[in-house]
C-alpha cells in the first residue's frame, strides 16, 4: 500500500515574528491551520525542530554579522542564536499538535558543529542520516507533502533531499512562509526543476491526488 506524509519543517516559534531577535520569518506564526489540513491528507505526519546550543561556533551576537561565509564543513553560514531548547523560540507555533502526536521527528543541528538546513541528513555534505528516508520508505510512503519554515531555506532542500531520494514531493504555498521575494523565487524555479510539485493550497493537493488515483 502506497501512503503519503505530511511534513512540517522547523514550525518553530523563533522562525516567527513571536520571537523577533531570532529569525522571525513574516507570517510563520499564521500556517498552523494550513499544514493541519495539509496533514488531514496524509496517513502519516512528521515535525522537524532546530536544537541549538546559543555557543554553537556559527552563532554571531547580532543580525547585522548574520549571513557572512564561514570555512566550516557544517555550517556554511552565520546566524544568531535560535532554537535553544528550553526557550520559548524553540517550541512549535501555536495550534500544532504536542511532539508525541506526531509519527516521526527530527531534531536537526544538536551538536554544536552542525548547522544542517535539510530534514533527511545531519550534515551538510548529506553523509549521516536523519533516518527520515529510511522510516518513510519502511512505512512504505511514496508522496510527501511539505510545509514549513522559511520555504527558501530549510523547506527547500528538505523538499530536494526528499526528492533525490526518490519520493514525489509536493511543497504546499499555503503551508510555508519565506523569508525574501528574490530568494523565494528562486528556491521555487528550483525545486520546480527537480520536478517538485508546488502547489497553492490543499486543495491543489487533493487535485493532485485525485488525479494520481485515477
Not at 512549535?92 to 541528513?121: M, R, T, W
Request: aromatic residues 6%; charged residues 20%.
Amino acid at each position: 500500500m502506497k501512503r503519503i506524509a505530511a511534513i512540517d519543517v522547523d514550525v518553530q516559534n523563533c522562525f516567527t515574528p513571536v520571537c523577533p531577535d531570532e529569525l522571525p520569518v513574516a507570517e510563520g506564526h499564521l500556517i498552523a491551520g494550513a499544514l493541519n489540513a495539509q496533514a488531514a491528507l496524509a496517513d502519516l505526519r512528521v515535525m522537524t525542530k532546530d536544537a541549538h546550543t546559543p555557543q554553537a561556533p556559527w552563532v554571531v551576537p547580532s543580525h547585522a554579522q548574520m549571513l557572512q561565509p564561514l570555512p566550516l564543513a557544517n555550517a556554511d553560514l552565520t546566524w544568531v542564536a535560535h532554537a535553544v531548547p528550553g526557550t520559548k523560540g524553540f517550541e512549535l507555533i501555536d495550534g500544532l499538535p504536542s511532539v508525541l502526536d506526531y509519527d516521526f521527528v527530527v531534531y536537526k543541528g544538536i551538536e554544536p558543529e552542525l548547522h544542517p538546513y535539510g530534514a533527511c541528513y545531519h550534515d551538510l555534505a548529506e553523509r549521516l542520516s536523519t533516518g527520515l528516508i529510511e522510516w518513510l520508505r519502511q512505512q512504505q510512503v511514496e508522496l510527501v507533502l511539505v510545509g514549513g519554515l522559511a520555504l527558501d531555506y530549510c523547506v527547500k532542500t528538505s523538499a530536494l533531499q526528499l526528492r533525490r531520494a526518490g519520493f514525489e514531493v509536493v511543497v504546499n504555498l499555503a503551508a510555508s512562509r519565506g523569508i525574501a521575494a528574490d530568494s523565494i523565487s528562486t528556491a521555487i524555479h528550483e525545486m520546480t526543476a527537480a520536478g517538485i510539485h508546488i502547489v497553492a493550497d490543499e486543495q491543489a493537493i487533493k487535485s493532485l491526488c485525485a488525479a494520481r488515483a485515477a
